[in-house]
């Protein structure tokens, strides 16, 4: 099935007589005959719905599409893109674990990595996206259970060699984890590229309208967790009456137990409204994706032939950091994201954007509308100088989101507000 197909039909075929849209089943609770089938499902919470901080009809229409996008076994949604992140990372870190991450990550990642989960005990051992192959697999301990990395790095813009990433987590026996948040499964699918496990913060280019937080988890069901590594996959879990996942859930073992361990536990499942509402986004996201990469290089190559930027980092332009790895992994276009770096630092940085009228000022990204944010002074500011420059981030770098605005307008925004520095 063609993929534009699926961002419509996958996960909801109405038969005779139900509603084409996909309805919204707003209830928190299931009506079983007897105990003993409430019995049944609190044994194996796959067998049916118990609660809809597990599960919702709604949002399992979501998760059957976006899994089929992506090209996994199976998907559970989150509350949040940090929740994904959060959850991605507990389903196989415990005390004592550590895991390796790009240093050039999205801000809110890197705070939950380095400082959050390091008080949980799990160390996030940092990376630079750019080393070689050498130094990615010197970076491994014994105790590292995973790799996590973007496809596009926010707002640094870097591309993930996805092949190499996934060579060096599998030569050591562990997952790799890929935030495609910015790529979306439309212009790149990285389990063709041999990740495990694939995340998005659903807020983004999946939703496209600001209209709903939420986040996802991907399970490919093609990692072997009985490697020896993964206890928590392959011994009994004595708080489900002792299953075991790679037995019991042979297809998406990872993702099983995800839900039936830790959202049980944490609750950050989506309101079946949120749901309803990022199918719509979904639906007409491979026709959005186009547009956003054809806006996006218009607008990069304007600002590339000002001569106002230090640097623009939008991966399609031949010139831009990042080009021979999208040719690779991005050859349909790279988001409708840039970053460039303005000539004369954070004050004229600032000057800038709030010159711009157009453009929204706004702590967020991915929009049917163009944003623009100061990453330094916003979704970064609580890293050290050395984190800034590891992100790729200095005072001067603008986040421009280039919406589906005609063209003309957007670049008429930016010329008035390059003429005002």
């Known amino acids: 099935m063609k993929i534009e197909t699926q961002c419509l039909h996958e996960g909801y075929t109405p038969k005779n007589g139900e509603p084409r849209v996909m309805p919204i089943v707003q209830s928190t609770t299931y009506v079983y005959d007897s105990t003993d089938d409430v019995a049944a499902v609190f044994d194996d919470p796959t067998k049916s719905l118990i609660y809809s901080r597990f599960e919702n009809p709604t949002t399992d229409v979501v998760e059957k599409k976006i899994a089929a996008l992506e090209g996994g076994a199976a998907a559970m949604c989150t509350s949040s893109g940090q929740a994904a992140s959060l959850l991605s990372i507990l389903n196989i870190c415990e005390a004592g674990d550590s895991f390796i991450a790009s240093a050039s990550i999205y801000g809110g990642t890197i705070n939950l990595f380095g400082v959050t989960l390091k008080r949980m005990g799990i160390e996030c051992i940092w990376v ?39 060579k060096a987590a599998h030569d050591h026996g562990v997952p790799l984890i890929i935030d495609n948040t910015f790529a979306t499964p439309i212009l790149c699918r990285p389990m063709e590229w041999g990740a495990d496990i694939v995340i998005h913060s659903t807020s983004k280019y999946m939703d496209g309208h600001a209209v709903q937080v939420g986040g996802v988890i991907v399970d490919s069901g093609k990692f072997d ?15 489900y009456h002792g299953l075991v996942y790679t037995k019991d859930y042979p297809a998406a073992p990872y993702i099983t137990k995800a839900r039936m361990q830790l959202m049980r536990d944490f609750g950050c499942y989506p309101a079946a409204h949120s749901s309803f509402l990022l199918n719509l986004g979904l639906e007409t996201l491979a026709v959005r994706m186009k547009q956003y990469c054809a806006n996006a290089l218009k607008v990069a190559q304007y600002i590339e032939s000002t001569g106002k930027a230090e640097f623009v980092t939008y ?33 004229t940085a600032v000057k800038f954007m709030d010159s711009l009228k157009l453009a929204s000022n706004e702590v967020h990204v991915a929009d049917i509308r163009t944003c623009v944010l100061h990453p330094a002074s916003a979704t970064h500011r609580q890293l050290t100088d050395e984190q800034l420059v590891a992100a790729g981030i200095d005072g001067g770098l603008i986040r421009f989101s280039v ?14 507000a390059f003429a005002k520095i």
Do not use: Q
């Open 128 to 166: 630079d996206e750019d080393c070689t192959a050498e130094e990615l697999n010197a970076a491994f301990k014994p105790n590292t259970k995973a790799v996590f990395g973007e496809t596009l790095a926010n707002p640094a813009l870097t591309v993930l060699d996805i092949e190499m990433w996934a």
């Open 315 to 347: 991966p399609a332009l031949p010139n831009s950091k990042g080009h021979e790895l999208a040719k690779k992994y991005l050859p349909d276009g790279t988001s409708g994201v840039i970053s460039f770096s303005i000539k004369g630092g954070r004050s």
């Open 225 to 239: 967790w009985t490697n020896g590594k993964f206890p928590c996959m392959t011994e009994p879990d004595e708080s």
């Open 403 to 416: 919406g589906l605005e005609n063209t003309d307008d957007i670049i008429a925004d930016l010329e008035e």
